[in-house]
């Protein structure tokens, strides 16, 4: 009876052994398909992003050109205008110098500036020299290359009190020599190759700054995705647009009904 009994349930166990196997094999070649599925999803987006960067860095890379273009084109405006003012570097009689004096050698025809702050925006050329004529600092290394220009002075900071003083009423564009006592510049203290008690002079070109140019939409794209998770708006129709259509709209749908 019991061998009968053990060959009647055999098959039965067989199967449900069978099923078993079957949905635990299903079940993990699902849970490796995720895995698979998910980490090619993840790889995917990883690609992703890094072509976004390396696209970005490459318009950072392109407006830092135009940028560039831009600062290098500047100093070729003004090169033989300031250039020719280096003939005036001549040694001076320092004791003469009690108060400041300006001369203006060149008439600005830009902005003005009222009182030697950052009221306009300007960068200056300049050279700068001591009463026995040598040259501390200048816009040239070479005076014969207008490449050699360096990187121009932005507003009054860290400026000397006879520097602010002297442009004060400068327009932009305009050529000024200007005469500091020493109380105006550095006073008792040295300042590198400058002496204690020294009086300076300069001659200052004001010159305009160059706008700098605007990031490209597809820049500000990427940025804002790649940062922010988002995408930027760049719809530009504007509240008076969308007003003027509709009123237009709503004139016209009256003139239907009439």
Known sequence: MIKNEDRTTSPRM????????????????????????????????SVATS??????????????????????????????????????????????????KTEDLKKGDGDKIEDGTQNVDYSAYYIGWLSDGTIFDSSFDNADSPESLKFPLTGSTAMIQGWLEGISGMRI?????????????YGETDNGIIPANSPLKFVVMLVPLEEEPAYSDEYYQLYMELYYGSSMNLDTTTESDTTTESETTTESETTSEE
Do not use: W
């Open 173 to 185: 564009g305009g050529v000024r020599e200007i005469t500091i006592p020493s109380v105006l510049a």
């Open 51 to 100: 072509e976004k960067q390396n696209r970005l860095n490459q318009l950072a890379q392109e407006h830092q050109k135009e940028v560039d273009a831009i600062a290098r084109e500047l100093p070729k405006d003004y090169f033989d205008t300031f250039s020719s003012y280096s003939s005036r570097v001549k040694a001076f009689n320092a004791a003469d110098v009690t108060e400041l």
């Open 14 to 45: 067989r199967i449900f052994f069978i099923l078993v196997a079957i949905v635990l094999l299903g079940s993990t070649f699902a849970i490796y398909a995720g895995i698979v599925i998910g980490q090619d999803n993840q790889d995917a987006a």
